[in-house]
């Protein structure tokens, strides 16, 4: 069964960066569209970075231009690069394939921007 295991959240000021990583126990991202989502609290997740098998990317509209997918089947990971950090940011960030697969789900990493 494969599973999902993100890392690299944390606590943030407002214009700062972090790295997101997802570890993935088998090679789903080489043969699926992998995704980055988000959970703010008493919101729904969204999802907010797509890249395809073939690597296309898209981008929801709030994070274009700050936020940067990427993969490497080498290591079956998938990444988010997330620069210029807004408070609205603040959720918390999972990986999953596009569209998600419920039994994929991890338990995610907290993003908080903050002064």
């Known amino acids: 069964q494969v599973r999902l295991v993100e890392s690299g959240g944390g606590l943030v000021q407002p214009g700062g960066s972090l790295r997101l990583s997802c570890a993935a126990s088998?090679?789903?991202?080489?043969?699926?569209?992998m995704g980055w989502y988000r959970q703010a609290p008493g919101k729904q997740r969204e999802l907010v970075a797509r890249?395809?098998?073939?690597?296309?990317?898209n981008y929801a509209d709030g994070v274009k231009g700050r936020f940067t997918i990427s993969r490497d089947n080498a290591k079956n990971t998938g990444y988010l690069q997330m620069n210029s950090l807004k408070p609205e940011d603040t959720a918390v960030y999972y990986c999953?394939?596009?569209?998600?697969?419920?039994?994929?789900w991890g338990q995610g990493t907290q993003v908080t921007v903050s002064s």
């Open positions: 890249i395809t098998s073939g690597g296309s990317t």
């Open positions: 088998g090679s789903i991202f080489s043969i699926n569209a």
């Open positions: 999953n394939t596009v569209p998600p697969s419920w039994n994929y």
